[in-house]
């Protein structure tokens, strides 16, 4: 008998008490409670921050017995009891200020009770919290740990109004920590972004985050060490119920899930989430995606899409991976600390990290996820259009591909285009590459830079992009620059194409003008 897999499961004694998996992180968590106090740490939502919490908060509870099969239990750790505040911000009621203070007192007031302490006298959550740590220190220091601190901002972006109003809630809340230190053995802060004027970071100017420290770089997640230790079974099993070998699994799974990287050390690892379902359901599918994409993140992708010709390409330091306002929040670092990028590389010199899509789950459907975001349509119809456009491709016919092209573009509000050719280079290279195309965009040769080369098994189709004039020049001007002398050797048919995008109000056009040319000699057009 394999134990079981802790789906949908996030307590730690529910899952040591009740025969679940546990991937024994305690010797890294060891390492934190021994070197510090207080810690900040932003993962991507499903990644394990509530299990973290959760054994946290049996370790400083003195459970030592619940461990006795865990690394922690055989260390020097003395096992000290100390009261606990566990704050769970995705439980509480966030959709107004008001619900949120009313829901936080709820919260603290029924913590009191489990010790006998009374709150009704203060007035606020913030002075709430200030008399439970002093009555509860009573006792011994105070552990606070808090899941999910910014819920009520990151799930209310698409609500300015409301995301501020519970920010100023949030303000008040983690300012009234800031002279309650003598009274605390330590706090734990998760969250999935690191959101600024909450005074959680500016109050607590002792609060070390360890995001991107290499000391957490495998604290969520599976290492690669960690499936060869604790998942062989569920391979082996996986393999004999579809009749494959290991090696095939496992390859697979580290196509689609691994490949998460949180600091400059070379550590990956995998979505747990995803990989737990993938060993339940035995087959490949976006798992993490599909339970769910944040409405916020849909939103930024809709406002700021012309961050796409940069997404893979961008370098960025540890300050602009972090913190961000409310009021001008950057998507592509929101992006890395949500979980749909990571670290590809780091610059020592400059202190610059280099990021990219971590796995083909996320690489494959979220493109889909800013189709859907900028046009304001579904995944139906935009799966539909794109299946529409690869099977033009595989006929070879370009002007039906460009006519469904123009369909899809045709659903994106004029509002949101924008007028420079980049942002079109960046939208035919994303639409391509979901079609699993080799697209490159600004190819530079020595007579000049070509616009958008489209490859496939037979054609090289070479674009030139233009606003707000006519196509037909297009062709012409890649003949007069010779652009198509690049790929002469390829023994490929070759298309000259000419895009015309047109933005004007309550309505976008585009225009198209295509010509072939032999692939050894060129014609004259």
């Not at 944040?294 to 992708?301: D, E, H, N, Q, V």
Request: net charge neutral; charged share 25%.
């Amino acid at each position: 008998m394999i134990k079981k897999l802790p789906i949908d499961v996030s307590t730690l004694s529910v899952m040591l008490s009740e025969d679940y998996l546990y991937v024994d992180k305690t010797k890294i968590i060891h390492g934190l409670i021994t070197q510090g106090r207080h810690y900040f740490l932003s993962r991507p939502r499903r990644f394990g921050k509530s299990l973290f919490i959760s054994t946290l908060k049996e370790i400083f509870s003195g459970n030592k017995e619940l461990f006795k099969e865990l690394w922690i239990y055989t260390s020097d750790y003395t096992w000290p009891k100390h009261p606990i505040i566990h704050l769970d911000f995705s439980a509480l009621d966030i959709e107004s200020a008001e619900e949120l203070k009313i829901s936080l007192n709820w919260t603290l007031e029924s913590i009191a009770q489990k010790h006998d302490i009374t709150l009704e006298s203060a007035p606020s959550p913030g002075t709430k919290l200030k008399a439970l740590i002093e009555k509860l220190s009573e006792k011994n220091s105070v552990v606070i740990l808090i899941d999910e601190y910014d819920f009520p901002l990151i799930n209310n972006l698409d609500n300015p109004k409301i995301a501020a109003a519970n920010r100023k809630v949030l303000k008040s809340f983690y300012s009234s920590l800031k002279s309650m230190d003598e009274f605390l053995k330590a706090i734990y802060v998760t969250g999935v972004t690191k959101s600024s004027k909450t005074s959680l970071f500016s109050g607590l100017n002792n609060l070390n985050d360890i995001t991107i420290d290499p000391r957490a770089a495998a604290l969520c997640g599976y290492t690669h060490a960690e499936i060869e230790t604790y998942f062989t079974d569920y391979i082996a099993r996986f393999a004999l119920a579809t009749n494959r070998k290991a090696d095939a699994i496992k390859s697979e799974m580290e196509a689609w899930y691994d490949g998460y990287q949180f600091s400059n050390n070379p550590t990956k690892v995998f979505n747990p989430f995803s990989v737990l379902y993938y060993f339940v359901k035995q087959k490949k599918s976006n798992y993490w995606l599909e339970s769910g994409t944040p409405g916020f993140l849909i939103g930024l992708l809709r406002n700021q899409a012309s961050f796409l010709e940069d997404i893979e390409k961008a370098k960025f330091s540890e300050k602009s991976l972090g913190t961000f306002d409310l009021e001008q929040v950057p998507i592509i670092p929101v992006l890395f600390q949500a979980g749909y990028l990571t670290i590809k590389s780091y610059d020592p010199e400059r202190e610059e990290y280099q990021l990219q899509f971590p796995n083909a789950e996320i690489r494959e459907s979220f493109k889909t996820y800013v189709l859907v975001a900028i046009s304001q349509t579904d995944i139906p119809t935009v799966e539909r259009i794109t299946s529409l456009l690869s099977h033009a491709l595989m006929n070879n016919d370009i002007k039906l591909f460009c006519s469904h092209l123009e369909s899809l573009l045709a659903n994106i509000p004029y509002q949101l285009h924008i007028t420079e050719e980049r942002y079109y280079h960046s939208l035919f290279q994303l639409i391509g590459s979901m079609l699993g195309l080799d697209v490159q965009s600004e190819v530079s040769t020595d007579k000049g830079r070509i616009d958008l080369v489209l490859s496939t098994k037979t054609h090289c189709y070479i674009f030139e992009c233009k606003l707000n004039a006519s196509a037909a020049v297009a062709p012409k001007q890649i003949e007069e620059r010779k652009y198509y002398e690049k790929y002469l050797n390829q023994s490929k048919k070759i298309v000259l194409g000419g895009l015309s995008f047109a933005k004007e109000k309550n309505k976008f056009g585009l225009e198209t003008a295509i010509k072939e040319m032999n692939p050894l000699v060129p014609l004259s057009l």
